[in-house]
């Protein structure tokens, strides 16, 4: 099994107390605050904004509608590709939690048993930005800028070394970036049919936002035809 030294890089422990020390200088209730947010908020901020995002396709025009949508659907998958992937890297590299290495650590979140390399929830943070910007660029920068938050909460709360954060924003970026044109050659399609569809079109165009319908041209017979000649 492949290890990781027990502290990490010289300047990962560094980072790890300069970032963690922060919190033993903070007041109690900031610190409850940013631990809840670094374990649920910021994530459920980006579920948000997905949602937002999914607002504002289904009013654009039937073709971008379907991309965006397909993009859309492309960003939650691709996390949970990643996380997927992560369970195996994680037993490979076999990392304990920074706080199992320096007990002087300032934890915010308990229950934290397995290993540490590399981060699941800035590997999700960062699958779903980069998923989001794929549909949005200006959401997907928000996005983005958020999981970069949610990393540097996850080294203050004490559960994890920089370099851990490191590797899951670059695992979920990786996921998403590469699997991208696959994914949404296979997804747009998808989208374009529920669209076209009468029950389940909603999710992709909103009201006010149907398909354009043939227009039947009036019919002329051959005699019309004969006299207009």
């Given at each position: 099994m492949?290890?990781?030294?027990?502290?990490?890089?010289?300047?990962?422990?560094?980072?790890?107390?300069e970032i963690?020390?922060?919190?033993?200088?903070?007041?109690?209730?900031?610190?409850?605050?940013?631990?809840?947010?670094?374990?649920?908020?910021?994530?459920?901020?980006?579920?948000?904004l997905v949602l937002w995002c999914w607002r504002g396709v289904r009013k654009l025009p039937a073709p971008a509608a379907a991309e965006g949508f397909a993009a859309l659907v492309w960003a939650p998958l691709a996390a949970g590709i990643a996380l997927l992937l992560n369970i195996p890297l994680r037993q490979f590299v076999g990392r304990p939690r920074p706080f199992r290495q320096y007990g002087e650590l300032?934890?915010?979140?308990?229950?934290?048993?397995?290993?540490?390399?590399?981060?699941?929830?800035?590997?999700?943070?960062?699958?779903?930005?980069?998923?989001?910007?794929?549909?949005?660029?200006?959401?997907?920068?928000?996005?983005?800028?958020?999981?970069?938050?949610?990393?540097?909460?996850?080294?203050?709360?004490?559960?994890h070394y920089p370099t851990d954060v490191i590797g899951g924003?670059?695992?979920?970026?990786?996921?998403?970036?590469?699997?991208?044109?696959?994914?949404?050659?296979l997804l747009t399609p998808l989208a374009r049919t529920i669209a076209a569809s009468r029950r389940a079109g909603w999710l992709v165009r909103g009201r006010g936002c149907e398909p354009?319908?043939?227009?039947?041209?009036?019919?002329?017979?051959?005699?019309?035809?004969?006299?207009?000649?």
């Open positions: 492949a290890r990781l030294t027990a502290g990490g890089p010289n300047v990962d422990v560094s980072l790890l107390y963690n020390g922060l919190a033993q200088e903070t007041p109690g209730w900031l610190d409850r605050i940013i631990g809840f947010t670094g374990e649920y908020g910021l994530l459920l901020v980006l579920v948000l300032e934890v915010l979140a308990e229950g934290k048993a397995d290993f540490s390399f590399v981060s699941d929830h800035a590997t999700l943070a960062m699958a779903l930005g980069v998923g989001l910007f794929i549909a949005h660029r200006k959401l997907g920068l928000i996005g983005i800028g958020i999981a970069l938050l949610e990393g540097f909460c996850r080294v203050f709360m004490g559960v924003l670059a695992l979920g970026t990786a996921v998403v970036l590469l699997l991208a044109p696959l994914a949404m050659a354009a319908q043939p227009v039947d041209l009036p019919r002329t017979s051959s005699r019309e035809n004969d006299l207009a000649a």
